[in-house]
């Protein structure tokens, strides 16, 4: 794994500040190196769009085997590719092969959405019509930590099977798998240019953005969160021709409504909230349930349950069911968001508290808001499940529905009546019935509405924002002027 950047086809040094990432579980230091800096951004931006034009003449075919090959080197990877993201974001060994497979599993995925979503498309006849789809030219991707690999490829790979060419900042929380990747996909055969990568924070992921503010990239790919998202979408406002993929976050609901089952509902809770330490956009953050006994007797199981997980980490044996969050200081604003909605009247039913100081490991936090005041609409990114109690079906919806982000929910029922009103009246891009809301499959869409995205959502519609559609009259010869022509004598 490089600690160096790559800028037409060249590691070299950053040449900004040094940087590092850590072991969340441990606090030892997985990676360092030196952040890009805005003439590092502008060499890497100049690489991409001087490489543009022969990667975009270069034969679909070719552009496929290339990505193709950086599969298989995936897959033959895969274990250290898994060890390196368990050891830079702490989330449990387990965890991270299913990440590192993902990976792997993206371009087949990516291929089938190219050709389905935006390949070519022929009406023969006199005149033949055609569909064809052409790249934007340099797409600037944006990575998060919580999944380092997967969410940064699932923007990239879609790219490149497209014929854009692509500038990679990672988070720097987590520099290493990115660094990982884009080494794989530079031995694959990816050509000079194509594909970049600059290391650093916030300074180097605005001086990619204004690169495509100054016309000099075409397209923003972002996954974090809203407010970042909504600073970017801002910045675009007066350009038109920048096409911005943003996929943001979300403050989830999840009703419990009518289960026989108690012990498997409560499961698919605590997968929903606390599944990657609650580090996934799509992780229940708001538990709706009945007044009364069958609410009662919801949260007992749910409790029950939660005092049985075990928090560890990454490597340890057994395996946990989470790990730490991304770093003590998450942690720590985790706590205060707890204990802010304790002191809003919230009734705490497990503690969200840090294990030790300076530790970035958090006991997974329950609390019953109904009786709150003004519960502030935000995406708390961890293990914090809010609890609220209504009196009817019809009140759990408009709970649901009562935020301004849109990115998943679910339903929790053996009522089929009453998932065929929520799937109707819910109001986000990926609602789920009897299976956790953090479900998702890489052969469907992937985003929200609202304060979640910009209506693009990826996975596998990301073929949609790496190319625009190009529609065609032609013939081969000029049509004759008619002995009748209309209007003409």
Not at 2 to 14: A, P, Q, S, Y
Not at 371 to 399: M, N, Q
Not at 407 to 423: H, T, V, Y
Request: charged content about 20%.
């Amino acid at each position: 794994m490089t600690n160096k950047i790559l800028i037409n086809g060249e590691w070299r040094d950053g040449a900004g500040a040094e940087f590092k990432s850590f072991d969340p579980s441990t606090g030892e230091v997985i990676w360092s190196g030196a952040a890009a800096t805005k003439a590092d951004v502008h060499d890497a931006v100049s690489a991409a769009r001087a490489a543009f034009k022969s990667w975009a003449l270069t034969p679909l075919e070719t552009r496929i085997a290339i990505v193709e090959n950086y599969r298989d080197l995936i897959k033959r990877d895969a274990d250290e590719l898994a060890t390196l993201i368990s050891r830079e974001t702490g989330k449990p060994y387990w965890e991270t092969k299913t990440e590192a497979a993902a990976v792997a599993g993206k371009i087949d995925i990516s291929v089938k959405a190219y050709h389905e979503r935006t390949g070519a498309k022929e009406t023969p006849g006199a005149t033949t019509a055609m569909l064809r789809h052409k790249p934007h030219g340099v797409m600037a991707v944006l990575g998060p930590y919580n999944f380092p690999a997967h969410l940064a490829n699932g923007h990239m790979v879609p790219a490149l099977i497209a014929g854009n060419t692509v500038v990679f900042k990672p988070s720097e929380m987590t520099p290493g798998p990115g660094a990982f990747i884009v080494e794989r996909m530079v031995e694959a055969g990816v050509p000079a240019g194509v594909v970049n990568m600059v290391q650093g924070a916030r300074e180097t992921g605005e001086a990619l953005t204004a690169a495509g503010h100054d016309g000099r990239v075409n397209g923003i790919l972002f996954t974090g969160g809203a407010k970042t998202g909504l600073a970017i979408h801002k910045m675009f406002a007066d350009r038109l021709d920048v096409i911005l993929a943003l996929e943001l976050g979300g403050n989830n609901p999840l009703i419990w409504w009518d289960t026989d089952d108690l012990d498997a509902a409560a499961f698919a809770v605590v997968q929903s909230a606390f599944l990657t330490s609650g580090q996934r956009c799509t992780c229940a953050r708001r538990l709706i349930v009945p007044e009364g006994v069958k609410g009662d007797v919801a949260i007992d199981a749910l409790v029950k349950l939660t005092d049985r997980l075990i928090i560890d980490r990454p490597f340890a044996d057994p395996q946990p069911f989470m790990g730490p969050v991304i770093s003590p200081r998450v942690a720590e604003g985790l706590e205060r968001a707890f204990d802010q909605l304790v002191e809003g009247e919230g009734e705490a039913i497990r503690n969200l508290s840090v294990r030790d100081e300076g530790s970035a490991f958090v006991s997974p936090g329950i609390i019953d808001v109904t009786r709150s005041g003004a519960v502030p609409d935000e995406e708390h990114f961890g293990p914090l499940l809010k609890v609220w109690r209504v009196a009817a079906f019809d009140e759990a919806i408009e709970r649901a529905n009562a935020t301004k982000f849109g990115l998943s929910a679910g339903l929790l029922s053996d009522d089929k009546a009453k998932w065929e009103k929520f799937i109707a009246l819910s109001r986000a891009g990926i609602v789920n019935w009897n299976r956790q809301t953090t479900g998702a499959a890489g052969s469907a869409p992937f985003g929200g509405i609202g304060a979640s995205g910009n209506h693009r959502p990826a996975a596998y519609y990301a073929a949609d924002y790496c190319a625009y559609p190009v529609a065609s009259m032609e013939g081969e010869g000029l049509l004759p002027l008619a002995e009748d022509q209309v209007g003409v004598k």
